[in-house]
């Protein structure tokens, strides 16, 4: 007769001879939380191996991600389309079992993790993004969004700053549906973690308003069982679920040591832990009444038939929306967008006033905020200075049925892990908001919203010394360099209302990555440009003016702020009869992407006199300007003093701008 214990060794032995077969990897978190899992699948996570994709399904996050072959165990014996081989392949070159969760490598697959804690904060975002869902569709006879999010975390989840940003907004929220159970075995990489990890983690999460289950055996089935059914009876509390486990369980040599913890076993050990197990079988074979034990595909199409039922009813009675929710899972934006996009523009175009890009960007949610319901923007502690609401905007704390806007507190990095979040469960396009300067504390969240990729939409504002008189701690120098080097990262330096509204454009419609926009504190002149001028701008880079006689001479090219510098450039240049063409370049990356006889006619090869100019670190541009030209930037920290003040100070005048121009051309 099989037994729970013979299931759940099932992940034991699969993760050890995956890790042992690779060389490489961790076996030590899937023997030791292999019973929790057991039970949670087979009893309690509703889910559909045929569909990964049902929009009710549980979400299943493993924050703790070096733990991966668990994930990759389970996915496989519960039916899903990854098969044994796909397990033998682990760590491989293309597989779709890489060293690390991945998202969109194999199905099943919630979220990208490794980065501890990471996981966990994209799980507040999923809770987040149900509870959302459902207090704005459901009706009293109809519950179409009704699902939990399950998180497996451990010590060092929990010991990453992310997980006390995240956790304790997620307390406030009161995201019942969220479910954490924290791997508690006493052991990192390091050894015993007594040495420097000695929170009371119950009383810490009881603090932030979690229900705090403490002392399960997290290899007692029947505890384990317990500890669900009461946190599912919770509805307005989440809860972390203390399981006591041994790192490496069944390993007779190794279990509750940090040599489990990522190496494999050993050809020895593997064997004597067969042994331990009564685990007779040979390596990645797993017999049919255990296989049978854990295959989900027959309940799971049955969960998703009696939810289409349901979703069939509520089509029926409430068509609109239906069609509005569907629309919002699929990602696909209202089927005018286009046009609203161009009514957009041009009315941006038609006001010729002097703003900062961070007040355009505000007006740029106010005008594109009304067609998208989606949108779900928050700031970390800035709103009033990023921008980032509208008045459309309604706190989800005072009205979740229509709540649109999150207050997340001083939690930079919690906030762009939760929207990753939020943009992974579906229905909603997440913004953020706070200082350039302090996209730093988010950094690895942003990485990870390119590397997923998320469409997270990232506002950045107070982009340079422009700020002023806060001063080099606040003024971001290298910021704009360092985001442009992140793979997948859209990022965006408008130069004034128009390119600001065409980025948010361009942001909202992407699907395949992040967005940046960097934004001024400092108000800035509106720019002229024909409807062609308007349209490029959605290529990163574009000719914004040229000489009125002749060819250009030289190019000065610039993003931002610094634009209006090089148009003021270029007017006294004319005027010694010297052609200039400005070229504004908000994305440089995505003009660089451009197809050649773009490229070459905003600047043309043999143009090769040309002046970058940019109040940021001047490393970035030189294989934009090549070898002979010019680059007017910043190569020191700021300083406090007013913003006129400084820009003299560092040299980002026009004076200097024309002074490179000539220099160039001698």
């Known amino acids: 007769m099989t037994t729970r214990r013979d299931l759940a060794n099932a992940i034991r032995a699969l993760s050890m001879d995956a890790v042992q077969r690779a060389n490489s990897g961790h076996p030590g978190m899937p023997m030791g939380m292999a019973d929790i899992a057991e039970v949670l699948f087979n009893d309690y996570h509703r889910h559909n191996p045929a569909n990964p994709d049902w929009w009710d399904r549980d979400r299943f996050v493993v924050s703790n991600g070096h733990g991966s072959m668990l994930l990759y165990s389970v996915l496989h014996l519960t039916g899903y389309d990854l098969s044994i081989d796909d397990l033998k392949n682990f760590r491989q070159l293309h597989s779709p079992t890489p060293g690390h969760p991945e998202y969109g490598e194999a199905p099943g697959v919630e979220t990208t993790t490794g980065p501890l804690g990471q996981g966990l904060a994209n799980a507040v975002g999923m809770a987040l993004a149900e509870r959302l869902l459902a207090e704005r569709f459901n009706t009293h006879e109809h519950t179409i969004v009704d699902h939990h999010t399950w998180v497996f975390a451990g010590d060092g989840c929990l010991m990453e700053g992310v997980s006390h940003e995240a956790c304790s907004l997620a307390g406030t929220w009161g995201l019942g549906k969220l479910v954490v159970f924290y791997d508690d075995n006493n052991i990192s990489i390091d050894g015993e973690v007594d040495g420097w990890f000695t929170d009371n983690t119950p009383e810490r999460f009881r603090a932030y308003g979690w229900q705090v289950i403490d ?94 039922a349901r979703w069939r009813a509520y089509r029926d009675a409430h068509p609109k929306l239906a069609a509005e929710l569907e629309r919002r899972m699929s990602g696909a934006l209202p089927e005018d967008f286009d046009r609203i996009v161009a009514d957009i523009l041009g009315r941006m175009q038609a006001d010729n006033g002097t703003v900062a890009t961070r007040k355009a960007s505000g007006m740029s949610l106010e005008a594109f905020g009304p067609h998208l319901p989606e949108l779900l923007g928050g700031s970390a502690d800035l709103t009033g200075s990023n921008n980032t609401n509208w008045s459309g905007s309604v706190d989800i704390m005072d009205d979740a049925a229509n709540g649109n806007y999150i207050y997340y507190g001083v939690r930079e990095f919690g906030m762009t892990a939760i929207a990753n979040g939020l943009h992974l469960h579906g229905g909603f396009i997440p913004y953020t908001g706070t200082f350039l300067v302090f996209s730093d504390y988010a950094r690895n969240a942003v990485r990870m919203s390119a590397l997923i990729p998320t469409g997270a939409i990232h506002v950045y504002t107070h982009d340079s010394i422009g700020l002023g008189e806060d001063g080099p701690t606040h003024q971001p120098v290298e910021h704009v360099s360092s985001l442009r080097l992140i793979p997948n990262l859209d990022v965006w330096r408008p130069a004034d209302k128009v390119e600001t509204a065409a980025a948010w454009a361009a942001a909202l419609a992407r699907r395949n990555g992040p967005s940046a926009l960097v934004l001024t504190r400092q108000g800035l002149p509106h720019l002229p440009r024909d409807s062609e001028q308007v349209a490029s701008i959605g290529r990163g880079g574009y000719v914004l003016s040229d000489p009125q006689a002749g060819d250009p001479q030289a190019a000065i090219i610039a993003s931002g702020s610094e634009v209006g510098l090089a148009v003021a450039a270029a007017e006294t240049l004319a005027a010694e009869g010297i052609g200039v063409r400005v070229i504004s370049m908000p994305n440089p990356d995505l003009f660089m992407a451009q197809d050649a006889d773009y490229r070459e006619s905003v600047l043309p090869a043999a143009l090769d006199t040309r002046v970058a100019v940019e109040a940021g670190v001047s490393l970035y541009w030189r294989h934009i300007v090549g070898p002979g030209g010019k680059v007017i930037g910043m190569d020191s920290f700021g300083a406090s003093a007013p913003a006129g003040e400084l820009f003299k100070e560092f040299g980002l005048t026009t004076e200097a701008v024309v002074s490179a121009v000539r220099e160039a051309m001698d």
């Open 215 to 308: 002392d399960v055996d997290g290899h007692d089935a029947a505890a384990i069982g317990r500890a669900i059914e009461q946190a599912q009876t919770n509805t307005d509390q989440p809860t972390l679920i203390c399981c006591k486990t041994e790192i490496g369980h069944g390993s007779p040599n190794k279990k509750g040591t940090a040599g489990v913890h990522g190496a494999p076993l050993g050809d020895d050990e593997v064997q004597a832990t067969r042994k331990q197990l009564d685990w007779p079988h040979a390596p990645f074979e797993v017999p049919d009444e255990i296989r049978a034990g854990w295959d989900a595909r027959e309940t799971g199409a049955e969960r998703e038939k009696q939810w289409q």
